[in-house]
């Protein structure tokens, strides 16, 4: 069956370590993956696209990873902050015209 | 400002009633979606719309109901069928087709009594 599964459901790290979240998925051929943030009671918010031909990915202090061996993504955030705290959703495009399939997210708490 | 909104942000009803939650874009994107998430569970697609007047049921469309009049609006009723209405409603857009980035509105929780 197809899976995509965010292994923690929650993490916590001290402030200015990195934080590294996981996104591994089974059965699915994804052209790219997605990550998402979202804080609590309110709707999520893009943040980086991979493809699949893309190795990683950076944004500020951001870095995406995207293994088609693996079947994973890793989604890094180098000097995180207490601003960082939140859930973190990865998200991938299956085949055919359907939508965005979610992870449930793991909570990333940052302690300073 | 372009953005989804929805609203109202909480919403009480009483059990047995049916009750529409309101979706409006103004991105003049033409896809949308309904999403429902609850502790522990992610994000469930309800329905999705990639055009006017034309709609598809997602992995828990049972017990929901909704219509795409307007490019604009995407409409959710919850009606008394849905065994467990209570939850948080997430309403989404995307640009052209149903495999582009996704924009989200800030919910409505909706609390059955």
């Known amino acids: 069956s197809q899976k995509i599964e965010q292994n923690s459901e929650a993490l916590n790290i001290q402030e200015g370590k990195t934080a590294t979240l996981t996104c591994n998925y089974t059965?699915?051929?994804?052209?790219?993956l997605q990550w998402y943030r979202q804080d609590p009671g309110r709707g999520p918010v893009f943040l980086l696209l991979?493809?699949?031909?893309?190795k990683e990915k950076r944004k500020e202090r951001l870095k995406v990873t995207f293994d088609t061996t693996l079947k994973q993504s890793l989604f890094h955030i180098t000097a995180s902050q207490p601003a960082d705290s939140a859930t973190y959703l990865c998200?991938?495009?299956?085949?055919?015209?359907?939508?965005?399939?979610f992870g449930k997210g793991t909570r990333l708490s940052v302690i300073a | 400002d372009g953005g989804i909104t929805q609203s109202p942000k909480y919403l009480f009803r009483k059990e047995g009633q049916n009750v529409t939650l309101s979706c409006e874009q103004n991105?003049?994107?033409?896809?949308m979606y309904w999403y429902r998430q609850d502790p522990g569970q992610g994000l469930r697609l309800i329905y999705y719309s990639q055009i006017v007047n034309d709609f598809q049921k997602g992995d828990i469309a049972e017990g929901y109901s909704v219509s795409r009049e307007k490019k604009e609006s995407f409409p959710l009723t919850v009606t008394s069928a849905q065994k467990n209405p209570t939850a948080f409603y997430l309403c989404?857009?995307?640009?052209?087709?149903?495999?582009?980035?996704?924009?989200f509105g800030p919910g409505t929780r909706l609390l059955v009594l």
């Open positions: 991979i493809r699949e031909n893309e």
């Open positions: 998200a991938l495009i299956n085949s055919g015209n359907t939508p965005l399939v």
């Open positions: 989404a857009s995307s640009r052209r087709t149903v495999q582009e980035t996704q924009y």
């Open positions: 059965n699915y051929s994804p052209a790219y």
């Open positions: 991105l003049n994107h033409d896809a």
